[in-house]
């Protein structure tokens, strides 16, 4: 992370007064960051003795949360960020499989300090001490398939990378004041959110989850956010399709300063991309993942094709497998936890096309291709997408491997929408698509969560889960078209 406290020490000298960080408990400057910063590391070497043993961070989204991030990779210890949204079970899980021997969390008993405004302890942890792939700065875990993510070691050059791409992508110009959305214990906030506002001089201003709609993460009050969003002046945010498609239901709330809302996480139809900005969001889509520090393109202001990842960032390369597979060479992860080192390219599982002009697009997963008794093959992601460009709807799951027709699981956008009203939606997706594609029947859901297991960090349906929770109810209370 070398170049990033450069970054910090050089905007402290060039811009003393400039402000860096800040969320509810105040707000902090370059120099004050780096100062907070070089202390918490003294307090960590003081703490834990064994620099082999990873340390977690499990706290809500601010200021302290970039200094003892930052200060874990200048003090030599490998981080293991916890998402908000872990169950006791996923984080067990994830402590026991990294080896971790601390975990900061808030404040707990006599042995709490503050760092920027925010009590903090760091609790020792009981657990056995594991081998990490040499040079593991950072273990993410995935938001993958499974009910158990899988632990991805990254170097701290890879996460710098990223964040210099990105930089380098936009411009520094457009490091104003980005206002995290999403969690930062989710990879791609931390090292494409909070690494380039640092690098580019920017402010990383953090909104309490209550201001910003977010007490119910699950039910996010969109009017809220959009207010939110507005008065803390931000220019930049990062969001999961999902979330753009609340934010766009309140259109009527300006969000003036707005420059860059970067979206990834699940494939978008290209109209929701135009459909956002006619309602004055910037939007650009990207594409990533955790194996190569979260983002591998992107579109930006000034090479930008709607409904495409966009183009490659300059430290990777990409290309399409025979079979379609997007395959990613340059940097890329250490290894999993556990298990063997990786070397080389980086295969993606992910369907794709590229484009003459070079912008990257995303078809679907190799793996969820469903594959009707009529021999059909289809991508459930596509139909996906056709779905959820009706407003009626937050989430959809498309299901009927073997099956002779196609069924979804459908989750409202807000409880006042009707049987019929669905209907009608899905009437007018089915309108878009081939007849082998289209939908014979469906049946509404309550949300699908991280919580429960049933979508990933960033949206994902675990189709998996889904299909074993979901299958001897679909059914019941199904519409037939």
Known sequence: MQEIFEAIARHASEKPAAL?????????TYGELRDAIAAFVDNLRARCEDRLRPI???LPNSAAWAVVDLALSCAGFASVPIADFYTEEQLSSALAD????????PAQ???AFTVLG??????KLEGNKLPIHPGTAKISYTSGSTSTPKGACLSAALQQQVAASIVERYGAGYAGVHVPVLSLGVLLENVAGLYPVLLAGGQYKVVGASSLGLANPFRPDFAAMRRALAQAGATSTILVPELLRGLMSQPEIPVPDMRLIAVGGSRMAPELVLAARKTGLPVYEGYGLTECGSVVAVNAPDSDCPGSCGKPLSHVNIRIAEDG????????????TGQRSHNGDVHTGDLGEIDGEGFLSITGRKKNVIITSFGRNVSPEWIESELLLQPEFAQA????DGEA???ALLVPSSPVVSPSAAKAAVDRANARLPAYARLNSFRLAPPLTPASGLVTANGRPRRGAIATVYQSLVPEGETTL
Request: hydrophobic share 50%; glycine share 16%.
């Open 325 to 336: 597979e997007v395959i990613v060479s340059g940097p890329s992860f250490l290894g999993y």
């Open 98 to 105: 990294a080896g971790a021997g601390w975990i900061v969390e």
């Open 118 to 123: 925010s009590g903090l302890s760091i609790r």
């Open 397 to 400: 799951v498309v299901l009927g």
């Open 109 to 111: 008993g006599l042995d």
């Open 405 to 407: 027709s196609l069924s």
């Open 56 to 58: 977690a961070i499990r």
């Open 20 to 28: 860096a960080v800040s969320d509810d408990k105040g707000a902090w």
